[in-house]
């Protein structure tokens, strides 16, 4: 074989392997996004929280020796045509015990338009112990052309949140969702 076709050999190989880098670094890529997110929701990184509701399989022991302060803030993000907030700005919970709050939303547009609420909980570490039974954010919310709605939240804060955390914020940013076949309307 020729010095120039070894050459040619050698840098076709070379191509192959550049080749296969990129397509495995595209295919990292795009399973970055899924595999964070999944990462969040099962540590509470970055304040994530689950999006299904807690199962309570034994009744919750309540640890009345001290208390947890629940502050709750609502935001909404270009594009809704809602006006949404809590109606309570915060409320003290025993941690275990089961807690009702509600947020209220208004469409303040005059068509039909559906949202969609993403929690958040501060500190990072508090979302690993905030546990919702009961949430609007599990599915879609449509509202008609000026209506209101009170959008019932249970929860409760574990009884295993280190005794150094006093208090936690529980965000919700409400983001609009384009209309679907199976959107879910307002009751």
């Known amino acids: 074989m020729s010095v120039n076709a070894e050459k040619a050999a050698s840098n076709q190989r070379f191509a192959w392997k550049l080749s296969w880098i990129v397509l495995a670094g595209l295919l990292f890529g795009f399973a970055l996004a899924p595999i964070y997110s999944v990462v969040c929701k099962l540590t509470g990184l970055n304040g994530k929280t689950d999006a299904s509701a807690v199962v309570l399989q034994k009744p919750l022991t309540i640890d009345e020796s001290r208390w947890v302060t629940v502050i709750f803030t609502g935001n909404v993000m270009p594009g809704l045509g809602w006006s949404f907030h809590p109606t309570q700005q915060s409320v003290r919970v025993h941690p275990g015990q089961i807690t009702l ?87």
């Not at 709050?101 to 993403?118: E, F, L, P, R």
């Open 101 to 187: 709050a509600t947020y209220s939303a208004k469409n303040i547009t005059d068509q039909m338009v559906t949202g969609q609420a993403v929690p958040s909980v501060a500190p990072e570490l508090a979302s690993l112990y905030f546990k919702k039974i009961e949430c609007f954010c599990f599915r879609q919310q449509g509202l008609k052309p000026g209506e209101s709605k009170e959008m019932p939240l249970r929860f409760y804060v574990s009884p295993d949140l280190p005794k150094d955390v006093p208090t936690v914020t529980l965000s919700y940013a409400f983001y609009n969702i384009k209309p679907t076949a199976t959107q879910v309307t307002a009751n």
